[in-house]
């Protein structure tokens, strides 16, 4: 069984690619660069997940489109940057310095947005699956992790926030675990855990 990936992140391609196994193939879904995006204007990591699997399932009659929407959760700033994760810094208006990546910018944003605020700087990354085929949702699954956020990043594996993103369990952040590794203990791998056997069982 062939699932369709509604993404062209490298960094969610290669954690997907990590959590096939030999009963299901995930794979990029094929022109996804042409199509244009829907607008992800949903409140919520479920909302936006269950947008943009029924749309692009809606484009490949036939196909099991998977979708995800996932981000960053942080407990002193009331959640933020939560569904904005990605936009963090183009939402807050934040100058960074030329040449940095986005990723880079909004992980600067978010320490900026850190540093006037005392105490703990506890957080999560939350991810929600949603499958749909000919625009009718099949499967969904949500997947968390906990963890703090440092004041400076460390590791050049991740992507995103995962720099910043501590395991204290692990004394590593995310960027600093191989691929296999991270997939045992990131929000995208819990949340692929359990999507997996609801997904065969339909």
Known sequence: MTLYIATTNPGKLRDFAAAANHTITIEPLPGLKEIPAPPEDEPTFEGNARLKAIYYSRLVPGKIILADDSGLEVDALNGAPGVRSARYAEDSNFAAPSGVSTDERNNLCLLE???KIPGP???????VLAAARDGEITAMAHGTVEGEILSAPRGTLGFGYDP???LPEQNKTMAELDAQTKLAFSHRGRALA?????FEAN
């Open 113 to 115: 947005a850190l540093s």
């Open 121 to 127: 700087r506890t957080a999560r990354y939350h991810c």
């Open 164 to 166: 910043l993103f501590y």
């Open 194 to 198: 359990t999507f997996v056997p609801l």
